[in-house]
């Protein structure tokens, strides 16, 4: 599998700020990533796709403008969340497929 | 799309017992079955998977088995141990491109000493 880097891996927040998470690739030139986000006790819920170049693919009940996904570059997909609010506060996690499916160290975000 | 059942939610056994999860998924096209443990606080780490062309896969004291016919595959652990405490999870898709796996909602496995 790839080695991913994600950071920060932990942030806070003041409510109504926004808050931009990395994801790396670092060994491998990826033209598509996955953002994950995950609540305590609950499993992985696929956001959206990040593809290199052009615009990211967003599943559906995710809010593209509240969660902005930038992939300038074969390593690098950032997301960010805008105007963030204690419901945004989850674990965010990002992938890469390189024949199997590796994650970033994932970010935990809290708003308060 | 594909739909992934997996269960138990939860999973308490003693130390030195076996662990079985189990998981089944909807579309017959899905090809590939990776498992996931994922550590408090940590992400999702890949321990063991199979493709639709084996009916079995065996590392160490970690099993899977498949059966396409009935859509369902399966976790086994042998002689658990307290390390083993995590979430697992499964997943199901169709390898090649940019396949994007279908998790199951992730078992909670206590290992008591």
């Known amino acids: 599998g790839a080695v991913v880097s994600q950071h920060p891996s932990w942030v806070i927040c003041k409510s109504g700020t926004s808050v931009k998470i990395e994801c790396r690739s670092l060994?491998?030139?990826?033209?598509?990533m996955f953002w994950y986000r995950q609540f305590p006790k609950q499993s992985l819920m696929l956001m959206a796709t990040?593809?290199?170049?052009?615009?990211?693919?967003?599943e559906q009940g995710v809010e593209k403008d509240k969660f902005l996904i930038n992939h300038a570059s074969l390593t690098l997909s950032t997301l960010t969340v805008t105007s963030a609010h204690p419901e945004d506060s989850s674990f965010y996690i990002c992938?890469?497929?390189?024949?199997?499916?590796?994650f970033g160290s994932g970010t935990r975000l809290t708003v308060v | 799309g594909e739909n992934v059942e997996q269960h138990p939610s939860t999973l308490s056994v003693q130390e030195g017992d076996s662990a079985v999860i189990k998981c089944t998924y909807s579309?017959?096209?899905?090809?590939?079955f990776p498992w996931y443990k994922q550590e408090l606080g940590k992400r999702p780490q890949l321990i063991i998977d199979?493709?639709?062309?084996?009916g079995e896969k065996k590392d160490q004291r970690i099993a899977v088995t498949l059966n396409k016919t009935a859509k369902h595959f399966s976790l086994h652990i042998t002689e658990t141990q307290p390390e083993d405490s995590a979430v697992y999870f499964c997943?199901?898709?169709?390898?090649?491109?940019?396949?994007?796996?279908?998790f199951g909602r992730g078992t909670s496995l206590i290992v008591h000493p």
């Open positions: 579309d017959s096209a899905s090809n590939y």
């Open positions: 199979i493709r639709s062309n084996v």
């Open positions: 060994d491998f030139q990826a033209t598509t």
């Open positions: 997943a199901a898709s169709i390898q090649g491109g940019s396949y994007i796996p279908t």
């Open positions: 992938s890469v497929n390189r024949g199997d499916y590796t």
């Open positions: 990040s593809n290199e170049g052009s615009k990211a693919t967003y």
